[in-house]
């Protein structure tokens, strides 16, 4: 089994910034992908950045400029780091992980959240 852990959400003004974190433990014998999602009410879930095992990156338009997906010298630990936020940025944002299990093969995980809401 393994467990994503997120944190690093809160309440900002517009124009500000905050750093998500998230980290995988368990069995992992890879990672393939780790990403952000984002859901807010009245919508579906949309991917906002993802990093691939080879450092290529993807970004949502709508926060290309502004966030920036990385990893840390932590083992399987993810960041996203938003600058620059718009109140149109609040919504639960989800942790993803696509990877290799030591002993049960490919699987995709998520964590529980964390909120960020972005004041006017």
């Known amino acids: 089994q393994v467990q994503l852990r997120e944190s690093g959400g809160g309440l900002v003004q517009a124009g500000g910034s905050l750093r998500l974190s998230c980290a995988a433990s368990?069995?992992?014998?890879?990672?393939?992908?780790m990403a952000w999602y984002r859901q807010a009410p009245g919508n579906q879930r949309e991917l906002v950045a993802s990093i691939t095992s080879d450092s290529s990156t993807t970004y949502a338009d709508s926060v290309k400029g502004r966030f920036i997906i990385s990893t840390g010298n932590a083992k399987n630990t993810v960041y996203l780091q938003m600058n620059s936020l718009k109140p149109e940025d609040t919504a639960v944002y989800y942790c993803?992980?696509?990877?290799?299990?030591?002993?049960?093969?490919?699987?995709?995980?998520w964590g529980q959240g964390t909120q960020v809401t972005v004041s006017s």
């Open positions: 993803n992980a696509d990877l290799i299990e030591t002993y049960t093969g490919r699987n995709d995980y």
């Open positions: 368990g069995s992992i014998f890879r990672l393939i992908a």
